[in-house]
């Protein structure tokens, strides 16, 4: 089904698949897994796996119905590179993004090599934005690595939940950073001077910058709920877009 969305940085949700596993440190309080077994309970059509993997053929064609000019933010609830969803059935997903070219599609994954194995030899749609979730180092940062090399009009990082300081990461050939921290009861805390380094980089290279959320923790250090932490850094709202 294709809704609303209240992340901040998209217009619409759009979920070919639903469900997922977990493979690294940023899945360890996965949201869209509670989600997913809150709309089980629910009886929502299309959770009766819980969040065990299901293929939503019949949702393929929701994005062609629409005419408004949209960003849509692909498998909010899944992850389209998952090792159980097969390069045919992506190929469906990548042939619905590519007819549907008055929206703005963005697939982001944790999944980088198999989403480098899978583009690999084809020109992905101009209209398709590719992105990689970067938790940490250890994981996060091979990723940006494996981003860089495919051939695409807009690659972009979600650095979310940033769980430690990244270091100096090279930022080149990437074209839009989106930075924000855990929320939930057991979230993990994020520090500022994490996201300092992370706007330095994005100065440096001339990433625009998206700060999203604080989360569960503010920026000194005290739990609160993440309405009220907000999403100011520097005194600021920012949300810069790929131009």
Same mark, same amino acid.
């Given at each position: 089904?294709?809704?609303?969305?209240?992340?901040?940085? #998209?217009?619409?949700?759009?979920?070919? #698949? /639903?469900?997922?596993? &977990?493979?690294?440190?940023?899945?360890?309080?996965?949201?869209? *897994?509670?989600?997913?077994?809150?709309?089980?309970?629910?009886?929502?059509?299309?959770?009766?796996?819980?969040?065990?993997?299901?293929?939503?053929?019949?949702?393929?064609?929701?994005?062609?119905?629409?005419?408004?000019? #949209?960003?849509?933010?692909?498998?909010?609830?899944?992850?389209?590179?998952?090792? *159980? %969803?097969?390069?045919?059935?992506?190929?469906?997903?990548?042939?619905?993004?590519?007819?549907?070219?008055?929206?703005?599609?963005?697939?982001?994954?944790?999944?980088? *090599?198999?989403?480098?194995?899978?583009?690999?030899?084809?020109?992905?749609?101009?209209?398709?934005?590719?992105? /990689?979730? %970067? *938790?940490?180092?250890?994981?996060?940062?091979?990723?940006?690595?494996?981003?860089?090399? $495919?051939? %695409?009009? /807009?690659?972009?990082?979600?650095?979310?939940?940033?769980?430690?300081?990244?270091?100096?990461?090279?930022?080149?050939? $990437?074209?839009?950073?989106?930075?924000?921290?855990?929320?939930?009861? @057991?979230?993990?805390?994020?520090?500022?001077?994490?996201?300092?380094?992370? &706007?330095?980089?994005?100065?440096?290279?001339? /990433?625009?910058?998206?700060? &999203?959320?604080?989360?569960?923790?503010?920026?000194?250090?005290?739990?609160?709920? @993440?309405?009220?932490?907000?999403?100011?850094? &520097?005194?600021?709202?920012?949300?810069?877009?790929?131009?």
């Amino acid at each position: 089904m294709s809704t609303s969305s209240k992340i901040e940085w #998209t217009e619409q949700t759009w979920n070919p #698949t /639903v469900g997922c596993t &977990k493979i690294s440190p940023g899945c360890k309080h996965c949201y869209a *897994e509670k989600m997913a077994l809150r709309l089980q309970a629910m009886g929502m059509r299309g959770y009766e796996n819980g969040f065990g993997l299901s293929l939503m053929s019949e949702r393929l064609a929701e994005p062609l119905e629409r005419r408004k000019p #949209t960003i849509y933010f692909v498998n909010s609830m899944s992850d389209l590179f998952h090792e *159980e %969803v097969p390069f045919e059935y992506i190929d469906k997903v990548f042939d619905v993004m590519k007819r549907a070219h008055q929206h703005t599609f963005q697939v982001l994954t944790k999944r980088a *090599e198999r989403m480098a194995d899978y583009c690999r030899g084809k020109a992905v749609p101009p209209n398709v934005w590719l992105g /990689v979730s %970067v *938790e940490d180092r250890k994981h996060g940062l091979p990723r940006i690595e494996l981003l860089r090399g $495919i051939d %695409v009009m /807009v690659r972009f990082l979600s650095i979310e939940p940033l769980l430690e300081d990244l270091g100096k990461p090279d930022f080149s050939g $990437i074209h839009w950073a989106i930075v924000g921290g855990e929320s939930g009861s @057991k979230a993990r805390p994020m520090q500022r001077q994490w996201v300092d380094g992370i &706007k330095r980089q994005c100065d440096r290279y001339g /990433v625009p910058f998206f700060f &999203k959320q604080w989360g569960t923790w503010g920026p000194d250090g005290q739990k609160r709920s @993440k309405k009220t932490n907000g999403r100011t850094y &520097k005194g600021r709202v920012w949300d810069a877009m790929p131009a």
